[in-house]
């Protein structure tokens, strides 16, 4: 935690004294004979026609979102029948259950490059094939390091996919609704941890227990896992069904399919819009070269890297390090601290899940008309408050470790702040960072920057994973405390940092 510490303050040091950089410029002509001309629609009839084409076509890669949900949340009801039929020690069941977080920074790391290699649906199907490949295998894992290494190749995937996604989204969205069409994302994600708790809490259900045998028998524990392969199958063939993004056949000199498609998506009424549009793109991608993007393309003058994939770190590890995930991944414990039976206990963890999937609605409903950054402060705010109420409630706490108890009324206090704090995350940060992540970064970096924030999402989700049950042990109000100091240095982040994208063309994005 230390070393993340200094990391974010050298990050911040580079954000906070970058320069405004020009604009790289590259001259691209298109004779008027390169696109096909469209007929002339009937008025209104484009638009809307485009609008539902783009809604479908962006529900479809959030599909991607929804898996990544899933995987994560899935193992959730299993890990006690996990421990129990492997004879696992308390180390190894840790180990098992955040294996998946490094591999979803390893897909991460690389997910930028493939889509740029491949383009970004065929990398859809092959996180879907990890997706599906994994789900058989650890349902089936006779081992716990069989299990280990398909959770590791299922989190690949998840890696993957948060790249891949918000990505896509935003280069097939026209402006005026990227930010809604970029929330899917989010939508699609706490969709699928709800689906995985559901789905756990049936299976279990069917037979009392996730460790009795269900069909063919096996265990109800191993059929949470395979449930999986439904999504992944859907993700899979409905990928083959989406177009190709229109910045990336661009940037492989596909000139007439990118037109062909911004007419398809964007309603484009006229063949000359379309080659305003596709050489806006050919000046922002090929600014330098005709290559393919590398990393070597983020390196600038502040510690090495442009300011522009400094912010898109920093937002991704200040989205882990508010402790969100502790919420959701050591709620049971919070809730029976204040008098919750267990069984009451997983119930109000669904009934959570739920609030986060409707004030993801609310975000997707708001974040074109207010805008990404007034969202994020108000965020911030609203998770600094709760989450200081939450350490001065348990500052109050009798016991310590597991039994941990607060006396009333410092224990429904807790329990409404902590409630508050889930509608704060989830109607600002939850979303609207995945929207910026897709949106932010010029195109000519836009997947392998991606890639690299989104690499260091996972590597933050896991630190704070990992140390929660070390902070805790030394106070719970100690561990809150400092997950309310992150909130509140990342108000002054963004207040500083981080610029409105709202309304904004993906090809006036500069570095």
Known sequence: MLLALVVIGVALSAVWSRKPDRRKAAAAVLSESTLPRPRSPTPGEGDQRATGKVVL??????????????????????????????????ALTGFAVSCALLGSALGAWYAGRAADYLGRVRAMLVAAVL???????????FSVWFLIGWRFAAGVGIGMASVIAPAYIAEVAPSRIRGRLGSLQQLAIVSGIFLALLSDAFLADLVGGASQQLWFGLAAWRWMFLA??????????????????????????????????????????????????????????????????????????????????????LLSIFQQFVGINVIFYYSTSLWRSVGFSESDSLTITVITSVTNVVVTLVAIAIVDKVGRKPMLLGGSLGMTVTLA????????????????????????????AANLYVVSFGATWGPVVWVLLGEMFPNWIRAVALAVAAAAQWL????????????????????????????????????????????????????
């Open 57 to 90: 076509i962006s529900a479809v890669a959030a599909i991607g979102g929804l898996l990544f949900g899933f995987d994560t949340a899935v193992i959730n009801g299993a890990v006690d029948s996990i421990q129990g039929t492997f004879h696992l020690s308390p």
């Open 131 to 141: 997706f599906a490949i994994s789900a058989v295998g650890a349902g089936l894992a």
């Open 228 to 313: 999986g392969l439904v999504p992944a199958l859907a993700y899979g063939v409905l990928s083959l069904q989406i177009p190709e993004s229109p910045r990336h056949l661009v940037a492989k000199g596909e000139l007439i399919r990118a037109g062909e498609v911004l007419r398809e998506v964007l309603g484009s009424r006229s063949a000359e819009a379309v080659q305003r549009k596709v050489a806006d793109i050919v000046a922002s991608v090929r600014g330098d070269s005709q290559r393919a993007p590398r990393l070597t393309d983020l390196r600038g003058p502040r510690f090495g890297l442009l300011p522009i994939v400094w912010v898109g770190i």
């Open 389 to 416: 109420t939450i350490a001065a409630c348990f500052s109050q706490a009798v016991g310590s470790g597991k039994n941990v108890s607060l006396p009333q009324p410092w224990g429904m206090i807790a329990l409404i």
């Open 460 to 511: 933050a989700n896991f630190a704070i994973t990992t140390t929660f049950p070390i902070l805790s042990h030394a106070g719970l109000s100690f561990a809150y405390g400092l997950y309310a100091a992150f909130a509140i240095i990342s108000f002054g982040f963004v207040l500083t940092s981080v610029r409105e994208t709202k309304g904004r063309e993906l090809e006036d994005m500069t570095g």
